[in-house]
């Protein structure tokens, strides 16, 4: 540096700790979660802070990891696609699939949750039933409790929109989480049937793109700890 003239140091200077602070800064970054919106009662987003019924849960998690994680709802499809893209850190609540591993990591479980078909007809067994209309939200799994022959998929938003397809005669069969149901079917007076889909593991995923891959590492660990706390199965 005592050979460098002096009206150059402070270029020389900035170019050395520039690159430093910024590496500093990244790291501090904050990570961007994207949080299912539309199911509020059972997790959602005020004041920068998560609610609902699943809520303690995941505050568990993200209490337990090193990090400033900032909470945003968002429909299911734009959390897969920000997810894919590297622009969004965490999404939740999701279950795992095999599409999903191709570009986000899976947390492991954190609780259970059951699946429901939905309807309005007293049908046979749904499998006996051909050309059944399923109603999904865009991106869900519902492709994986498709049911008879011939049977086809209307695609929304969100959940209630779904249900509101099954109301109106456009769709015969919505798959929901059964959490949802009594929610959503408040005030219908006439007769609807449920039927248990399945019962999954839900958890949340961790971008590909997004940081070093400590961050999967830190909300599995996590996830592990918090997954024998869970009450809401």
């Not at 800064?25 to 987003?45: D, K, L, M, Q």
Request: aromatic share 14%.
């Amino acid at each position: 540096m005592d050979r460098i003239p002096h009206w150059l140091r402070p270029a020389v200077w900035a170019l050395f700790t520039i690159p430093l602070l910024w590496s500093a800064a990244s790291t501090c970054a904050p990570y961007p979660v994207g949080v299912f919106e539309g199911i509020p009662r059972e997790i959602g987003v005020e004041d920068g802070k998560l609610k609902g019924r699943f809520a303690s849960l995941y505050q568990c998690v993200f209490d337990r990891v090193d990090g400033d994680f900032r909470f945003f709802e968002m429909p299911l499809a734009r959390i897969l696609f920000e997810l894919e893209k590297g622009d969004l850190a965490v999404g939740l609540p999701l279950v795992q699939t095999s599409e999903r591993d191709q570009y986000a990591d899976f947390g492991g479980r954190l609780f259970q949750t059951e699946y429901v078909y939905l309807f309005l007809e007293n049908y046979p067994l749904l499998r006996q039933v051909p050309g059944l209309r399923f109603a999904f939200v865009r991106r869900f799994i519902g492709d994986h409790f498709l049911q008879g022959e011939g049977a086809r998929v209307v695609t929304v938003s969100e959940w209630k929109q779904a249900v509101e397809m099954v109301k109106l005669g456009r769709a015969d069969v919505v798959v929901l989480p059964g959490v949802l149901v009594d929610q959503l079917m408040a005030g219908y007076l006439e007769p609807y049937y449920v039927r248990t889909a399945a019962w999954v593991d839900l958890s949340l995923y961790v971008s590909h793109r997004y940081g070093s891959g400590q961050l999967t590492a830190d909300l599995r660990r996590a996830i592990a700890q918090c997954s024998g706390l869970s009450d809401v199965e």
